[in-house]
């Protein structure tokens, strides 16, 4: 059974930072992995898509990379901004009768100005 | 493109309560998956419908049901209503049910008193 965990579970920078986001997860069989912004009640936004094949995506000033061997992902901001501040999930796509989405608890990111 | 859009953005209802939440697909979009958030984790997988069918279901009870309509959007029913079930209610679409980038809507806040 996949899980994702993600660490930390929130971090507090000061805007300007580079900071760097962990995800792993427990099966190697991914098909894709999907990093998502949540805004406090909203729904998920895509930022970067990583297929199997892959191993990194570029979007701006994110960069996020894919290590299937060893069951991970970073997700990568640089030079945060305050309007950076949100919760970062990561989800792996599985195979399991369907393909769907596992994903981690999320980190709550917040920038300060 | 409207993307995905669900209705309605917010819901309070009663213990015991029925309750219908709906969800149009992204344009070219035909799988739709539902999803759980409760209050600070990640989205749990409800079911996905395709081609008017359910593929596959989560690890939820028979009181979440759904429908999928020929225009490829769908409803999730929830019967009974548990206190348990306030929760952010997640719906994802994508061009078939092979491994893709999923988009998103911004959910249905769903209060269960």
């Known amino acids: 059974k996949q899980e994702v965990t993600q660490i930390p579970a929130a971090l507090s920078v000061p805007e300007g930072e580079n900071l760097v986001l962990n995800c792993s997860f427990t099966?190697?069989?991914?098909?894709?992995l999907q990093w998502f912004r949540q805004d406090p009640g909203k729904g998920l936004t895509s930022l970067l898509l990583?297929?199997?094949?892959?191993r990194e995506q570029t979007s701006g000033r994110l960069n996020a990379s894919l290590d299937k061997s060893s069951g991970r992902s970073t997700l990568y901001i640089a030079a945060s901004q305050p309007g950076d501040s949100a919760t970062y999930l990561c989800?792996?796509?599985?195979?399991?009768?369907?393909?769907?989405?596992?994903f981690g608890t999320g980190t709550r990111l917040k920038v300060l100005a | 493109d409207a993307g995905v859009t669900q209705s309605p953005t917010h819901l309070i209802k009663t213990r015991g309560q029925q309750v219908t939440l709906r969800c149009s697909p992204k344009?070219?979009?035909?799988?739709v998956s539902w999803y759980q958030q409760a209050l600070g984790q990640g989205p749990q997988f409800i079911f996905q419908?395709?081609?008017?069918?359910?593929?596959q279901r989560g690890n939820f009870p028979d009181r979440f049901s759904g429908h999928q309509f020929p225009n490829y959007s769908s409803e999730l029913n929830v019967n009974a209503l548990l206190l348990g079930d306030s929760a952010l209610y997640l719906c994802?679409?994508?061009?078939?049910?092979?491994?893709?980038?999923?988009?998103f809507g911004q959910g249905t806040r769903l209060t269960v008193v």
């Open positions: 994802a679409s994508t061009p078939g049910t092979e491994n893709t980038e999923a988009f």
């Open positions: 099966d190697s069989a991914i098909y894709n």
């Open positions: 990583i297929q199997s094949s892959q």
């Open positions: 989800a792996s796509e599985v195979a399991s009768g369907t393909y769907k989405y596992i």
């Open positions: 344009s070219g979009h035909d799988t």
């Open positions: 419908y395709y081609e008017e069918e359910e593929r």
